[in-house]
């Protein structure tokens, strides 16, 4: 649980005075559309209640002083000094404001004093909920006037350029433009973004977001792999990206390499999986979006071959213990699983996998329900 109190004491501790005030940024999780953005598909996230809060305020030397509650260290930096690639935790702060600052956008010193409650590396975005989080506080501390999308921009150069990691938009759009009771539909090549109504608690879901606690093994190099595959193929087809094929069959019967065609069968069927959850949602037909959760997993179980034993137990798992529908959610390897439940039927069911994972032998997986909650903002 988040303490604003301890994160104020802390400030008062750093700074020797009160914040200016409190912003938020929320971890995310992609309800389904994976391994699509690359393909300039579509993703349909939403945002978590859980979230990286900011205490924040101006400071009148020349300095970014930053400190996580939950490691207990401080940085400091030279707002002049901010180099990209310096790496650590501290990069995801620090990123955003050289961001700002290569963007064109005047900022002064500050301290930012951080805690959050996003899981780390567990595919819930942490990183991004601290982006979004710092562009909130600097936007206001500083009076910039920049627009949801563009500010989510800032996030993501902040990882791409300044942290070092090569991500798309997804998580810093989720984080920075979602909505409580509505998800985000995301069209990756044009980066238009709808809001979808999912009014979840409204219509007696919950979400339940298990963390299987895998180690994550050898993901960059099967991701690698994957993007290659679908460079290879749309090459082969002759289309910019596979988010062009039209017509799966023709475009199978194209592809002479097994592999090829798995991996192309899972992108367009994804992509044509995340446009119907945008229909169905829109239409506030919420219960059917549990078979293209099902379907959706099958296809990354199956075609695209990026689960693991401890995923797949888990949403089987889920699924015999009354979840309408279940899928692994993020890059994959490893991760968490989301299984769509009727309201307070969540813990039960993870209960139940929790269960199975021990008579597997596997570690104890960590888990939490929730619904759709709001955007990166101001907390107080
Ligand atoms: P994910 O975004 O999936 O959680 P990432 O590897 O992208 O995983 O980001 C995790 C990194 O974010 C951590 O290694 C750490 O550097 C940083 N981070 C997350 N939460 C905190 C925190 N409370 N304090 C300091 N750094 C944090
Ligand atoms: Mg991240």
Redesign the pocket.
């Known amino acids: 649980m988040l303490d604003p109190e301890s994160l104020r004491t802390a400030y008062v501790e750093i700074a020797g005075g009160e914040p200016e005030g409190l912003w938020f940024g929320p971890g995310r999780v992609n309800l389904i559309g994976e391994h699509t953005d690359y393909n300039d598909g579509f993703v349909l996230p939403f945002a978590l209640e859980k979230k ?1 809060v900011v205490a924040a305020g101006r400071r009148s030397d020349d300095l970014l002083v930053m400190y ?1 509650l ?2 207990q260290e401080r940085v400091e930096v030279p707002l002049a000094g901010l180099e990209p690639g310096t790496g ?2 501290s990069g ?1 702060l620090a990123g955003v404001v050289w961001a700002l600052q290569v963007s064109g956008h005047t900022v002064g010193p500050a301290t930012l004093v ?3 409650d ?1 899981p ?9 909920a ?1 982006e979004c989080a710092v562009v909130a506080a600097m936007c206001d501390l500083y009076d910039l006037d920049i627009e949801p999308m563009d500010r989510a921009k800032i996030a993501r150069l902040a990882e791409n350029s300044y942290v070092g ?1 090569p991500t798309g938009l997804l998580d810093q759009a989720a984080s920075t433009l979602c909505e409580e009771d509505f998800g985000l539909f995301l069209d990756c090549r044009s980066l238009e973004a709808v809001h979808v109504p999912l009014p979840m608690a409204e219509q007696g879901f919950e979400m339940l977001v298990l963390d299987t606690k895998t180690p994550h093994s050898h993901v960059d190099g099967e991701y690698g792999a994957r993007r290659r595959s679908c460079e290879e193929a749309a090459a082969i087809l002759g289309i910019p990206a596979l988010r062009d094929v039209t017509d799966l069959d023709d475009a199978l019967s194209r592809l002479d390499d097994e592999v090829l065609r798995k991996r192309v069968r899972h992108v367009v069927s994804e992509n044509s999986r995340t446009l119907e959850a945008y229909e169905v949602a829109r239409e506030g037909r919420l219960a059917e979006l549990a078979p293209l959760l099902d379907a959706s997993h099958a296809s990354m179980r199956d075609d695209y071959e990026i689960t693991v034993d401890t995923v797949d137990l888990a949403v089987d798992t889920a699924r015999a213990a009354g979840a309408l529908g279940a899928r692994m959610t993020g890059g994959g390897f490893g991760g968490c699983i989301i299984a769509l439940c009727r309201t307070g039927a969540g813990d039960s069911i993870a209960g139940r996998i929790a269960d199975a994972f021990n008579e597997a032998g596997h570690g104890r997986p960590e888990w939490f329900t929730a619904t759709p909650a709001e955007g990166a903002g101001r907390l107080s």
């Open positions: 990286a996580s939950e490691l650590g935790w995801y951080l805690t959050s996003v780390l590396g567990a595919g819930l975005s942490s990183s991004a601290i990691a």
